[in-house]
């Protein structure tokens, strides 16, 4: 692990080591594991492109019958969000009376959640929940709850474990955020 890594024109530090955030999704699992034991086969439903990593680790961790989807939704142009949810890739197929548990890596605005919720509330699943590797709670401001959160962070602006800065570091096994 590098202390200091360079993506593009900004530099980047180490914020959480691989370790802690692998504390973390075992314990949000625990909680998956215990609250959808007894539910009939769970779709769990990916974020591309930065939920990619935390899917992988965590759907290791999950111990009852489920099945995996992704979609892809586009709100950032590079550190800022642009406001607006596009869809890129959505979900084929029926969902109705479904347990339904997406998956992100990071929720902060929450406007890709609302848009993620709104279109899935209209195909009739059974349940709708949430499963994040980071939240921000300063910036969430919508009434969706978000029950499953294996991290609380700041505002602070991070790369890695999936997440990117302008498509890069998402390869990266530890979390840094931008430097000043």
């Not at 992704?70 to 084929?92: A, D, H, P, R």
């Not at 959160?149 to 498509?167: K, T, W």
Request: negative net charge; glycine residues 6%; hydrophobic residues 40%.
């Amino acid at each position: 692990m590098k202390d200091i890594i360079q993506l593009r024109d900004r530099k980047f530090r180490v914020m959480i080591p691989a370790e802690e955030i692998d504390r973390a999704v075992c314990a949000v699992a625990d909680r998956l594991n215990a609250d959808y034991a007894d539910k009939e086969t769970p779709l769990f439903l990916g974020i591309l492109n930065g939920s990619f990593m935390f899917m992988s680790d965590l759907i290791k961790k999950i111990e009852f019958q489920n099945e995996l989807s992704f979609v892809k939704l586009s709100s950032y142009e590079g550190t800022e969000s642009t406001g607006v949810v596009k869809s890129l890739i959505g979900l084929n197929g029926p969902i109705e009376g479904r347990h339904v548990i997406i998956v992100e890596d990071i929720v902060d605005t929450g406007k890709s959640i609302e848009h993620m919720v709104h279109d899935l509330q209209r195909r009739n699943p059974a349940s709708i929940e949430v499963c994040t590797l980071f939240y921000k709670p300063e910036s969430y401001k919508k009434p969706f709850p978000i029950k499953y959160r294996a991290m609380e962070i700041g505002n602070e602006f991070i790369v890695g474990y999936g997440l990117d800065y302008e498509q890069l570091g998402r390869s990266l096994k530890d979390i840094y955020v931008v430097t000043e």
